[in-house]
């Protein structure tokens, strides 16, 4: 199943690309017609293919893309059903991190970036709001080909391999979530996304740890409700104890 989710990846790509030539392929057409570059019959002969072809691009797209819609939660725990809705906060949260003038991941505290990579950043996030995960993917590849080490394409990358629930993508995804955690251990969403990731691997203590460093990142306040509903659900399971708003709980049982 691993396979065929890349192969799927794989195949999205080159239908993107294929659409990309198609519609740069009628602008063209239309400028050789301005031109008089091409008579009225071959230009009509073109279009009419170029028209036809695109339109079957543009299907096959979309049902590509119907594949990846985000699994609904099981809701056989709480803490999961708050992580997902945590998830969304967080991705909002970015665009409020910008508009307040807080660093972003990959900035100095001058704020310097590669303009093209923040860029690309600006455009995933759009992409990801609104649902498109496939193209958002794609973006964060280009990111993390000029900043391999980029914290916000490497964990939300991940996060969305991992969402796939097929178990090579998420051993992947789980990587690159780690990877950015490595890359900046100032950037909020790494540690929220790899505490959901080793609260589900069962490893109740690193995904307190991971939670905690969240939370203490100063995290939209929306996102950090939700949080901190799951740590202090995973600290009872643990059987310890819970300190009302307390980011910085007690680590060990009374």
Excluded: C
Aim: aromatic share 6%; proline share 5%; glycine share 8%.
């Amino acid at each position: 199943m691993a396979t065929e989710a890349r192969l799927d990846l794989d195949e999205l790509a080159r239908l993107e690309e294929e659409r990309a030539f198609l519609l740069k392929s009628l602008d063209d057409l239309e400028r050789e017609r301005e031109a008089g570059d091409i008579d009225e019959h071959d230009y009509e002969t073109l279009k009419d293919d170029y028209t036809r072809r695109a339109v079957t691009v543009l299907r096959a797209i979309e049902a590509g893309k119907a594949k990846f819609a985000p699994p609904r939660p099981g809701g056989a725990r709480t803490a999961l059903i708050v992580g997902a809705v945590a998830a969304v906060a967080v991705v909002a949260g970015l665009v409020m991190a910008r508009a307040a003038g807080l660093r972003l991941p990959g900035e100095s505290a001058s704020g310097s970036i590669s303009q093209n990579s923040n860029s690309l950043l600006v455009e995933a996030r759009g992409l990801l709001a609104s649902g498109d995960a496939v193209e958002a993917i794609r973006l964060y590849d280009e990111v993390l080909t000029l900043q391999p080490d980029n914290p916000e394409a490497l964990a939300y990358r991940g996060w969305l391999l991992y969402q796939t629930a097929e178990p090579e993508l998420m051993a992947e995804g789980k990587e690159l979530i780690a990877r950015a955690v490595a890359a900046d251990a100032a950037y909020p969403d790494a540690h929220f996304f790899l505490g959901f990731v080793l609260r589900e691997d069962g490893d109740l203590e690193g995904a307190l740890a991971e939670w905690d460093a969240y939370l203490a990142l100063d995290p939209p306040s929306g996102a950090a409700q939700a949080v901190q509903q799951a740590a202090d659900e995973v600290r009872l399971e643990l059987g310890l104890p819970v300190e009302p708003g307390g980011v910085g709980a007690a680590t060990t049982a009374p």
